[in-house]
C-alpha cells in the first residue's frame, strides 16, 4: 500500500500506466497522467526520448498528444536547442526520422498559432487604454497623457515617472519636468 505519485514516474511507465489506464477505463487517472506529462518542462537532451515514447504509444492519442505538445512548446520556444539537436544527430540514423516528423509537428503548430495581438505604441497594453484613466497600475513610462477634465488638450504631456499618488511628466517635449495628482491624468493614445 505504497504511495507512487505521478511525478516520479518517467514519460515509459507513464505511458505504460495510460494504456492501462484506457484498457480499464479509468478516465480519472488518464486525465491525471495527461496533467502530469503537460506540467513538465523538458530539457533538450530530452526532446528525441520524449518524442520517441510518443511515436510508440500513438495508438494512445491522448497520452501522445501531451507528450508532443510538451515538446512542441519546448522547441518554439528554445529554436536554438533544436539546431543543436539536429547538429548532434547524424543524417540517416533511426533518430534523423523522428527528429524530422517533430520539427514537421513544429512547423505546423507554428503555422496555427494566431498571431500576436497587436499592442499599442502609446500604453503598451492590448487593449489600448485611450481615455482610460491614469493609475499606478496601468503607469507607461513615456506613454503620452492628458488632463481629464480637458477633452480637446493639443499639449503633449509625457508620463516620466510616479510616486504613488503622484506623476512627473514633461510638457510639448521639453527637458523640464512637471508633478501632478495621477488622478488627474488619463492615456492619450
Known amino acids: 500500500n505504497k504511495k507512487i505519485l505521478l511525478k516520479d514516474?518517467?514519460?515509459q511507465v507513464l505511458g505504460e500506466l495510460f494504456y492501462l489506464a484506457n484498457k480499464y477505463c479509468?478516465?480519472?487517472?488518464?486525465?491525471?497522467?495527461?496533467?502530469?506529462?503537460?506540467?513538465?518542462?523538458i530539457a533538450t537532451d530530452q526532446v528525441l526520448q520524449v518524442t520517441k515514447?510518443?511515436?510508440?504509444?500513438?495508438h494512445l492519442e491522448k497520452f501522445s498528444?501531451?507528450?508532443?505538445?510538451?515538446?512542441?512548446?519546448?522547441l518554439?520556444?528554445?529554436?536554438?536547442?533544436?539546431?543543436?539537436?539536429?547538429?548532434n544527430e547524424e543524417v540517416g540514423e533511426e533518430n534523423s526520422f523522428t527528429l524530422h516528423r517533430m520539427?514537421?509537428?513544429?512547423?505546423?503548430?507554428?503555422?496555427?498559432?494566431p498571431p500576436p495581438a497587436p499592442v499599442c505604441g502609446n500604453c503598451k497594453h492590448e487593449h489600448c487604454l485611450n481615455e482610460e484613466m491614469l493609475t499606478i497600475n496601468n503607469f507607461v513610462a513615456g506613454s503620452l497623457i492628458g488632463y481629464i477634465d480637458y477633452d480637446d488638450d493639443d499639449f503633449k504631456r509625457r508620463a516620466v515617472q510616479h510616486d504613488g499618488s503622484q506623476v512627473t511628466y514633461t510638457f510639448n517635449d521639453t527637458d523640464k519636468l512637471f508633478v501632478a495628482d495621477i488622478s488627474r491624468f488619463k492615456f492619450r493614445c
Do not use: H, P, W
Open 9 to 11: 514516474m518517467d514519460f
Open 26 to 41: 479509468l478516465d480519472t487517472l488518464k486525465d491525471s497522467i495527461v496533467q502530469e506529462v503537460l506540467s513538465r518542462k
Open 53 to 58: 515514447v510518443g511515436e510508440a504509444n500513438a
Open 65 to 74: 498528444d501531451a507528450l508532443y505538445q510538451i515538446c512542441t512548446s519546448f
Open 76 to 87: 518554439i520556444e528554445n529554436a536554438d536547442s533544436a539546431m543543436e539537436i539536429c547538429d
Open 103 to 113: 520539427l514537421a509537428r513544429v512547423n505546423r503548430t507554428k503555422k496555427s498559432l
